[in-house]
């Protein structure tokens, strides 16, 4: 009760700002309390940040546990390199075709090398910056799970650079463009995705798929006969801990999209978590009504629908609702994982269905569970942005994975895949001289 009176006291006595050498300035109670709400936005938005920012360790943990021990090293430093190059590629050229003053609601084209804080010093160009930076990285580094284990890293790396300088940040200007400066022809239209299951794990997951194409699948991944030969993981707790790192991650990366310290983050926590429950839930029992066992690969790929599932809804819908998503996330991201491997199309971890598939299905969703009542116009918007980014992200991807296949080369030797791209392309393994004892 103290604390709570003092608190209040505080509230009604005019605030001090002192500004270096300069006289104190004393502020008014809707001043001071302006300047408090400021300061909190600056630092939940650069908190959740940091959080989405951890969330590329929980990739990198899922992609390695879910592949073999030949690859982790690869796998490591392509988790790294997709943070570095998509940091700097950002920072020149993606935030201002992203968020940059745009004339035609198609792409910005100011604000490249962070120009705007150059011109005007404002903070909030910074701390929006990082928070849009740590969204591109995860948007380039989905695409690693679907192409492990046989990509030349030089291939990669272009491939990573031209996504975050351009293929996501085209997207991003239509759906999210006037957060900052610019005003997408998407967005224009009513278009829903809060966090980004669309513009970041769509993106991502159909780029992804663009690229496991064009690879082709691994060695012995599909016998002669056309089975599917499966080719287990090396390390699946640590797939495991990478799961929980992305569900931790995820409460920065829903919430912190309100880039404002507010009441509302409550309500996207608790929606986040009961839609990742419900995905885990429902993937469990999915895959143990098919294989008989409760398989922890489809479980641990449910809790990831979930999350991406609710991430375009978590402001719009309720919390049963969000129940609702991650349960048909869980069963949709197990029967995705079947039909690609059915059709060919070898995806190490599930990032296409995981990201892909129920990336569309989230957005899908922010209209059928809409709080604010269902509409047809806003079902036949979200589906339109579906499509745009179907069409734009596989199209782009598959033209720009084509291009490195046939100038710098895209998959390593049949030689060097047997051998491990560790050895290959880094010289080194993950576990040097490690023995099993029997």
Same mark, same amino acid.
């Given at each position: 009760m103290k604390k709570f009176l003092f608190a209040t006291a505080l509230l009604l006595v005019p605030a001090v700002a002192w500004c270096g050498d300069e006289a104190p300035t004393v502020l008014t109670n809707s001043e001071a309390v302006a300047m408090v709400q400021t300061n909190l936005d600056y630092v939940w938005t650069l908190v959740a940040a940091a959080l989405v920012f951890f969330m590329q360790a929980g990739f990198a943990m899922v992609e390695a546990g879910f592949t073999r021990a030949k690859s982790a090293v690869n796998i490591m430093m392509k988790n790294l390199m997709d943070f570095s190059m998509g940091s700097l590629f950002f920072w020149a050229i993606g935030f201002g075709v992203m968020?940059?003053?745009?004339?035609?609601?198609?792409?910005?084209?100011?604000?490249?090398?962070?120009?705007?804080y150059t011109m005007d010093g404002d903070p909030w160009v910074l701390a929006f910056w990082l928070f849009q930076c740590v969204f591109a990285a995860?948007?380039?580094? +989905?695409?690693?799970? %679907? $192409?492990?284990?046989?990509?030349?890293?030089?291939?990669?790396? @272009?491939?990573? %650079?031209v996504l975050c300088a351009f293929i996501y940040p085209v997207f991003g200007s239509w759906a999210w463009g006037s957060l900052l400066n610019g005003n997408?022809? &998407?967005?224009? &239209?009513?278009?829903?995705?809060?966090?980004?299951?669309?513009?970041v794990h769509s993106v991502g997951g159909w780029a992804a798929l663009a690229g496991a194409i064009v690879l082709g699948p691994r060695l012995g991944k599909y016998g002669k006969d056309g089975k599917v030969k499966?080719?287990?993981?090396?390390?699946?707790?640590?797939?495991? @801990?990478?799961?929980?790192?992305l569900w931790f991650g995820w409460f920065g990366f829903n919430p912190g999209s309100t880039t404002a310290g507010i009441t509302d983050i409550a309500m996207i926590f608790v929606n986040t978590n009961l839609s990742a429950a419900g995905g885990a839930v429902a993937a $469990? &029992?999915?895959?143990?009504a098919i294989f008989k066992k409760p398989e922890i690969g489809m479980s641990l790929n449910g809790a990831l629908a979930g999350l991406v599932g609710i991430t375009a809804g978590c402001a719009n819908v309720s919390p049963t609702s969000s129940v609702i998503i991650g349960l048909i996330a869980g069963v949709l991201v197990v029967f995705s994982v079947l039909f690609f491997d059915r059709i060919k199309v070898d995806d190490p971890v599930g990032a296409v269905s995981v990201h892909g598939v129920c990336g569309a299905w989230g957005t899908l969703a922010a209209g059928?569970?809409?709080?604010?009542?269902?509409?047809?116009k806003i079902i036949g918007v979200q589906l &339109?942005? +579906?499509?745009? %980014?179907?069409?734009? %992200?596989?199209?782009?991807?598959? +033209?720009?994975?084509k291009l490195i296949d046939m100038t710098i080369g895209l998959r390593v030797s049949e030689e060097d895949e047997l051998m491990g791209v560790d050895i290959v392309e880094h010289g080194g393994h993950a576990y040097n001289d490690f023995q099993i004892i029997k």
């Amino acid at each position: 009760m103290k604390k709570f009176l003092f608190a209040t006291a505080l509230l009604l006595v005019p605030a001090v700002a002192w500004c270096g050498d300069e006289a104190p300035t004393v502020l008014t109670n809707s001043e001071a309390v302006a300047m408090v709400q400021t300061n909190l936005d600056y630092v939940w938005t650069l908190v959740a940040a940091a959080l989405v920012f951890f969330m590329q360790a929980g990739f990198a943990m899922v992609e390695a546990g879910f592949t073999r021990a030949k690859s982790a090293v690869n796998i490591m430093m392509k988790n790294l390199m997709d943070f570095s190059m998509g940091s700097l590629f950002f920072w020149a050229i993606g935030f201002g075709v992203m968020f940059g003053a745009s004339k035609t609601g198609w792409f910005g084209t100011t604000g490249f090398f962070l120009s705007d804080y150059t011109m005007d010093g404002d903070p909030w160009v910074l701390a929006f910056w990082l928070f849009q930076c740590v969204f591109a990285a995860t948007a380039a580094t +989905i695409v690693s799970g %679907a $192409m492990a284990e046989r990509t030349k890293f030089t291939g990669y790396l @272009l491939y990573s %650079a031209v996504l975050c300088a351009f293929i996501y940040p085209v997207f991003g200007s239509w759906a999210w463009g006037s957060l900052l400066n610019g005003n997408g022809w &998407l967005e224009g &239209l009513g278009f829903i995705d809060f966090a980004g299951s669309t513009v970041v794990h769509s993106v991502g997951g159909w780029a992804a798929l663009a690229g496991a194409i064009v690879l082709g699948p691994r060695l012995g991944k599909y016998g002669k006969d056309g089975k599917v030969k499966a080719i287990p993981g090396h390390n699946i707790p640590l797939a495991a @801990l990478g799961v929980f790192i992305l569900w931790f991650g995820w409460f920065g990366f829903n919430p912190g999209s309100t880039t404002a310290g507010i009441t509302d983050i409550a309500m996207i926590f608790v929606n986040t978590n009961l839609s990742a429950a419900g995905g885990a839930v429902a993937a $469990m &029992l999915t895959s143990w009504a098919i294989f008989k066992k409760p398989e922890i690969g489809m479980s641990l790929n449910g809790a990831l629908a979930g999350l991406v599932g609710i991430t375009a809804g978590c402001a719009n819908v309720s919390p049963t609702s969000s129940v609702i998503i991650g349960l048909i996330a869980g069963v949709l991201v197990v029967f995705s994982v079947l039909f690609f491997d059915r059709i060919k199309v070898d995806d190490p971890v599930g990032a296409v269905s995981v990201h892909g598939v129920c990336g569309a299905w989230g957005t899908l969703a922010a209209g059928l569970f809409n709080i604010g009542g269902f509409s047809t116009k806003i079902i036949g918007v979200q589906l &339109l942005g +579906i499509g745009a %980014a179907f069409i734009w %992200a596989f199209g782009a991807a598959f +033209i720009l994975f084509k291009l490195i296949d046939m100038t710098i080369g895209l998959r390593v030797s049949e030689e060097d895949e047997l051998m491990g791209v560790d050895i290959v392309e880094h010289g080194g393994h993950a576990y040097n001289d490690f023995q099993i004892i029997k």
